[in-house]
């Protein structure tokens, strides 16, 4: 089985910083795509930004200039770094991975917990 925890949520002001990490853990051949989403009260939930295995990003306009996604392939982490936060991003994110559990065998995608960020004015 292959797990993913999440860290660095909390409480920020308005314009604030915060970095959130997601570990993959378990037996697997390899991760492909690595992403963040989040999902607000009230609300779908939604794509914030992904990672190939080489480094190609993509970002939600809402995010993009302000949060910049990144990976550590050694270690099977990916990042979230977000800066200029606004009451807007408050929400619940999560980190999903794209995984290869025997090398040939399609990727399953997997799901952390989820942690909550939250902005105040």
């Known amino acids: 089985q292959v797990q993913l925890v999440e860290s660095g949520g909390g409480l920020v002001q308005a314009g604030g910083s915060l970095r959130l990490s997601c570990a993959a853990s378990?037996?697997?051949?390899?991760?492909?795509?690595m992403g963040w989403f989040r999902q607000a009260p009230g609300k779908q939930r939604e794509l914030v930004a992904s990672?190939?295995?080489?480094?190609?990003?993509n970002y939600a306009d809402s995010v993009n200039g302000r949060f910049t996604i990144s990976r550590d392939n050694a270690k099977n982490t990916v990042y979230l770094q977000m800066n200029s936060l606004t009451p807007e991003d408050t929400a619940v994110y999560y980190c999903?991975?794209?995984?290869?559990?025997?090398?040939?065998?399609?990727?399953?995608?997997?799901w952390g917990q989820g942690t909550q960020v939250t902005v105040s004015s």
């Open positions: 990672i190939t295995t080489n480094g190609s990003s």
């Open positions: 999903d991975a794209h995984v290869i559990l025997r090398a040939r065998w399609y990727p399953s995608r997997y």
């Open positions: 378990g037996t697997f051949f390899v991760i492909n795509n």
